[in-house]
Protein backbone atom coordinates (compact mmCIF):
# COMPACT_ATOMS: atom_id res chain seq x y z
CA UNK A 1 0.00 0.00 0.00
CA UNK A 2 1.04 3.86 -0.83
CA UNK A 3 1.15 5.82 2.02
CA UNK A 4 1.94 9.11 3.28
CA UNK A 5 2.58 10.12 6.87
CA UNK A 6 1.34 13.79 7.53
CA UNK A 7 4.02 15.81 9.92
CA UNK A 8 2.34 14.71 13.22
CA UNK A 9 2.39 11.24 12.90
CA UNK A 10 6.13 11.00 11.93
CA UNK A 11 7.34 13.67 14.93
CA UNK A 12 5.04 11.31 17.70
CA UNK A 13 6.90 8.07 15.81
CA UNK A 14 9.81 9.84 16.21
CA UNK A 15 9.67 11.14 19.73
CA UNK A 16 7.16 9.01 21.72
CA UNK A 17 6.60 5.84 19.90
CA UNK A 18 3.42 4.07 20.48
CA UNK A 19 0.86 3.10 17.25
CA UNK A 20 2.40 6.06 14.86
CA UNK A 21 6.02 4.01 15.18
CA UNK A 22 4.36 1.27 14.50
CA UNK A 23 3.43 2.56 10.95
CA UNK A 24 7.42 3.74 10.03
CA UNK A 25 7.82 0.06 11.43
CA UNK A 26 5.52 -1.46 8.48
CA UNK A 27 7.51 0.87 6.19
CA UNK A 28 10.88 -0.35 7.53
CA UNK A 29 9.18 -3.43 6.65
CA UNK A 30 8.18 -3.09 3.68
CA UNK A 31 4.32 -3.84 4.27
CA UNK A 32 3.84 -0.36 2.92
CA UNK A 33 6.04 1.77 1.15
CA UNK A 34 5.99 5.63 2.44
CA UNK A 35 6.09 9.10 0.68
CA UNK A 36 7.04 12.11 1.10
CA UNK A 37 7.39 15.60 -0.74
CA UNK A 38 10.04 18.59 -0.46
CA UNK A 39 7.01 20.69 1.24
CA UNK A 40 6.88 18.03 4.30
CA UNK A 41 10.51 17.24 4.11
CA UNK A 42 10.90 21.39 5.21
CA UNK A 43 7.45 21.31 7.54
CA UNK A 44 8.95 17.90 9.39
CA UNK A 45 12.11 19.87 9.79
CA UNK A 46 10.94 22.91 10.94
CA UNK A 47 8.48 20.96 13.65
CA UNK A 48 11.55 19.52 14.74
CA UNK A 49 13.87 22.36 14.99
CA UNK A 50 10.89 23.98 17.95
CA UNK A 51 12.20 24.62 21.40
CA UNK A 52 9.66 23.01 22.68
CA UNK A 53 10.90 19.31 21.46
CA UNK A 54 14.34 19.60 22.59
CA UNK A 55 14.44 17.93 25.53
CA UNK A 56 12.28 15.35 24.25
CA UNK A 57 14.47 14.98 21.20
CA UNK A 58 18.08 14.69 23.42
CA UNK A 59 15.82 11.95 25.60
CA UNK A 60 15.02 9.71 23.22
CA UNK A 61 19.20 10.27 22.33
CA UNK A 62 18.65 11.83 18.62
CA UNK A 63 19.25 15.25 16.90
CA UNK A 64 16.33 17.01 14.14
CA UNK A 65 19.25 16.10 11.25
CA UNK A 66 19.65 12.62 12.65
CA UNK A 67 15.72 12.32 12.98
CA UNK A 68 15.28 14.19 9.13
CA UNK A 69 17.93 11.84 7.28
CA UNK A 70 16.35 8.44 8.52
CA UNK A 71 13.06 9.78 7.50
CA UNK A 72 14.42 10.99 3.83
CA UNK A 73 15.66 7.06 3.80
CA UNK A 74 12.71 5.54 4.78
CA UNK A 75 10.09 7.65 2.69
CA UNK A 76 10.18 7.87 -1.22
CA UNK A 77 10.25 11.91 -2.17
CA UNK A 78 7.56 12.65 -4.82
CA UNK A 79 7.57 15.69 -6.66
CA UNK A 80 3.98 17.63 -6.07
CA UNK A 81 1.95 19.72 -7.90
CA UNK A 82 -0.27 22.78 -6.18
CA UNK A 83 -3.62 21.34 -6.35
CA UNK A 84 -6.90 23.79 -5.68
CA UNK A 85 -7.19 24.50 -1.86
CA UNK A 86 -9.23 21.95 -0.14
CA UNK A 87 -8.40 22.73 3.67
CA UNK A 88 -8.56 25.29 5.61
CA UNK A 89 -5.03 24.66 6.94
CA UNK A 90 -2.94 25.47 3.78
CA UNK A 91 -0.27 22.67 4.95
CA UNK A 92 -2.68 20.35 4.96
CA UNK A 93 -3.01 20.50 1.17
CA UNK A 94 0.20 19.93 0.84
CA UNK A 95 -0.34 16.65 2.36
CA UNK A 96 -2.78 15.86 0.14
CA UNK A 97 -0.70 16.86 -2.86
CA UNK A 98 1.53 14.48 -1.77
CA UNK A 99 -0.59 11.58 -2.06
CA UNK A 100 -2.25 13.05 -5.24
CA UNK A 101 1.25 13.23 -6.50
CA UNK A 102 2.09 9.51 -4.92
CA UNK A 103 -0.71 7.75 -5.66
CA UNK A 104 -1.54 6.73 -2.19
CA UNK A 105 -4.31 4.82 -1.09
CA UNK A 106 -3.90 6.42 2.49
CA UNK A 107 -3.10 8.93 4.49
CA UNK A 108 -2.18 8.56 8.14
CA UNK A 109 -3.18 11.23 10.35
CA UNK A 110 -4.38 12.34 13.56
CA UNK A 111 -5.29 16.21 11.99
CA UNK A 112 -9.31 16.71 12.79
CA UNK A 113 -9.08 18.58 9.53
CA UNK A 114 -7.71 16.32 7.59
CA UNK A 115 -9.80 13.34 8.34
CA UNK A 116 -12.83 15.32 8.12
CA UNK A 117 -12.09 14.92 4.44
CA UNK A 118 -11.89 11.02 4.17
CA UNK A 119 -11.94 9.72 1.56
CA UNK A 120 -10.73 12.54 -0.65
CA UNK A 121 -10.83 10.84 -3.91
CA UNK A 122 -10.04 7.57 -3.52
CA UNK A 123 -7.53 8.30 -0.90
CA UNK A 124 -8.65 7.27 2.95
CA UNK A 125 -7.57 9.30 5.58
CA UNK A 126 -6.91 7.31 8.91
CA UNK A 127 -5.56 7.80 12.51
CA UNK A 128 -2.51 5.74 13.24
CA UNK A 129 -4.06 2.85 14.56
CA UNK A 130 -6.71 2.27 12.43
CA UNK A 131 -4.39 2.69 9.08
CA UNK A 132 -2.22 0.01 10.62
CA UNK A 133 -5.79 -2.19 10.16
CA UNK A 134 -6.25 -1.38 6.77
CA UNK A 135 -2.80 -1.98 5.97
CA UNK A 136 -2.85 -5.87 7.72
CA UNK A 137 -6.40 -6.73 5.64
CA UNK A 138 -5.52 -8.92 3.13
CA UNK A 139 -5.46 -7.73 -0.57
CA UNK A 140 -7.74 -9.46 -3.04
Do not use: H
Amino acid sequence: MRVVADTNTVVSAFLWGGVPAEVLAAARAQRLTLFTSAALIAELEDVLSREKFAARILQVGSNPADLIAGYRVLAQLVRTAEIAPVSRDPDDDQVLACAIAADAGLIVTRDQDLRALDPFRTIRILPARAALALIAQPRG
